[in-house]
């Protein structure tokens, strides 16, 4: 069982449309979160952080479920530049694990 | 400021053969980590440097070795290469355990 599982979609959507990807972890140790977005044959960047809180940032809401080990990221109104790979990030003693990634496809 | 530089960005080696990779951190910043990113799945982390000491490793063989310089730049070393290691390397800079910013990356083609 991979540490960090994603569903890998591909999400096809319209433009407006409301988005939902799950990401599962395995290390109960693990200390940070974090969403990257990957866009085709470029370098993943930081997207958000999550927290158990929760938190929210424009139209990206990301949600951490510790006791179920599960991170979730929702996106409202999409838009064309949203279509990217999104990679869920788990952090553990300085190292961090990456998903494989779940790739949405925003249409007009 | 200049961002995370890798060279070269891409490289066409054959099997056997043995590649170096370069990295300049972000200015200020003093880990640099490295990932190997085959298609369609996610960056494996390969290893972690900090103080030019290794801090963590991956689940890669020792074929993968690496250092780091005074200066925070880093090299990742492939010995007696494969063609599995056909891959996109990443390297990412952050300080300490913060925010991972990633270079474009190496594009690795083993034939």
């Known amino acids: 069982r991979k540490e960090v599982e994603q569903d890998p979609g591909p999400f096809n959507v319209p433009e407006g449309a409301t988005v939902a990807f799950n990401c599962t972890y395995s290390?109960?140790?693990?200390?940070?979160f974090f969403w990257y977005r990957q866009d085709c044959r470029k370098e993943p960047k930081l997207l958000m952080s999550?927290?158990?809180s929760g938190n929210e940032d424009g139209r990206f809401t990301a949600q951490l479920n510790r006791a179920s080990q599960y991170i979730s990221l929702l996106i409202r109104d999409s838009k064309l530049s949203d279509s990217a790979t999104y990679l869920c990030?788990?952090?553990?003693?300085?190292?961090?694990?990456f998903g494989d990634g779940t790739t949405l496809t925003v249409k007009p | 400021d200049a961002g995370v530089t890798q060279s070269p960005t891409h490289l066409i080696k054959t099997r056997g053969q043995q590649v170096t990779l370069r990295c300049s951190p972000k200015s200020g910043h003093d880990t640099v980590s490295w990932y190997q990113q085959a298609l369609g799945q996610g960056p494996q982390f390969i290893f972690q440097y900090y103080e030019e000491e290794e801090r963590q490793r991956g689940n890669f063989p020792d074929r993968f070795s690496g250092h780091q310089f005074p200066n925070y730049s880093s090299e990742l070393n492939v010995n007696a290469l494969l063609l599995g290691d056909s891959a996109l390397y990443l390297c990412?800079?952050?300080?300490?355990?913060?925010?991972?910013?990633f270079g474009e990356g190496s594009r690795l083609t083993v034939l």
């Open positions: 990030v788990v952090t553990n003693a300085g190292k961090s694990t």
């Open positions: 999550v927290y158990s």
């Open positions: 990412a800079s952050s300080v300490s355990t913060g925010e991972l910013f």
């Open positions: 290390n109960s140790a693990s200390q940070s």
